[in-house]
Nanobody, 120 residues
């Protein structure tokens, strides 16, 4: 069973930076997209940033210009550079890898989540 292992979360002051990384425990095939989601207390999980197999990126409006997503296809890793962090960025961040199955369906892999807290 493939596991996604996240790292890089923690406590940072407003205006600071963090870099989240996510690595798969073994090779994953037929990836169509990778992304980062977050869930704050009492709120639904939301997409923060995504990157397609072709390298096209998309971001939530709230993080545009501050966050950058990148991927290494050979290593099956995806990272999220977060700059100019705000208290409202506080949440548990989840790594996601979307794949196409041999039967034509879709299957998502999820990480266990890493806490990001922005506070002075």
């Amino acid at each position: 069973q493939v596991q996604l292992v996240e790292s890089g979360g923690g406590l940072v002051q407003p205006g600071g930076s963090l870099r989240l990384s996510c690595a798969a425990s073994r090779s994953i095939f037929n990836i169509y997209a990778m992304g980062w989601y977050r869930q704050a207390p009492g709120k639904q999980r939301e997409l923060v940033a995504g990157i397609s197999s072709g390298g096209t990126t998309n971001y939530a409006d709230s993080v545009k210009g501050r966050f950058t997503i990148s991927r290494d296809n050979a290593k099956n890793t995806v990272s999220l550079q977060m700059n100019s962090l705000k208290p409202e960025d506080t949440a548990v961040y989840y790594c996601n890898i979307g794949t196409r199955t041999q039967y034509g369906g879709l299957y998502d892999y999820w990480g266990q989540g890493t806490q990001v807290t922005v506070s002075s």
